[in-house]
């Protein structure tokens, strides 16, 4: 089972960008799928997760209004959509998975299967 995060880059305050997340090795198509980040020198933090019927979305209130989840199943991806960028979103993003049946959680230790991460720099 593995993930696979893309997306990140290099941009200015008040600019967006995509990040996706491809699970490959298995099908997910019933795990709850999360973003997660950690900036240099702090935690790492829950950002935002999606059931994968897609009918269940958690946010942080830090990007509540500015990113949204969504998942496709046919392609066995999950994207986060990041509008709006401000400087503390720059991080490295990463995607993780619970395993089979398990509901949302933010806590990091509740996800088996991650990325590899993918950074996010936002200039001021």
């Known amino acids: 089972v593995q993930l696979q995060a893309s997306g990140g880059g290099l941009v200015q305050t008040g600019g967006s960008l995509r990040l996706s997340c491809a699970a490959s090795?298995?099908?997910?198509?019933?795990?709850?799928m999360s973003w997660f980040r950690q900036a240099p020198g702090k935690e790492r933090e829950f950002v935002a997760a999606?059931?994968?019927?897609?009918?269940?979305?958690q946010y942080a209130d830090s990007v509540k209004g500015r990113f949204t989840i969504s998942s496709d199943n046919a392609k066995n991806t999950v994207n986060l959509q990041m509008n709006s960028l401000k400087p503390e979103d720059t991080a490295l993003y990463y995607c993780?998975?619970?395993?089979?049946?398990?509901?949302?959680?933010?806590?990091?230790?509740?996800?088996?299967?991650w990325g590899q991460g993918t950074l996010v720099t936002v200039s001021s």
């Open positions: 993780a998975a619970r395993k089979f049946g398990l509901s949302i959680t933010t806590a990091y230790v509740g996800y088996a299967y």
């Open positions: 090795g298995g099908t997910f198509s019933s795990n709850v």
């Open positions: 999606i059931n994968r019927r897609g009918s269940i979305t």
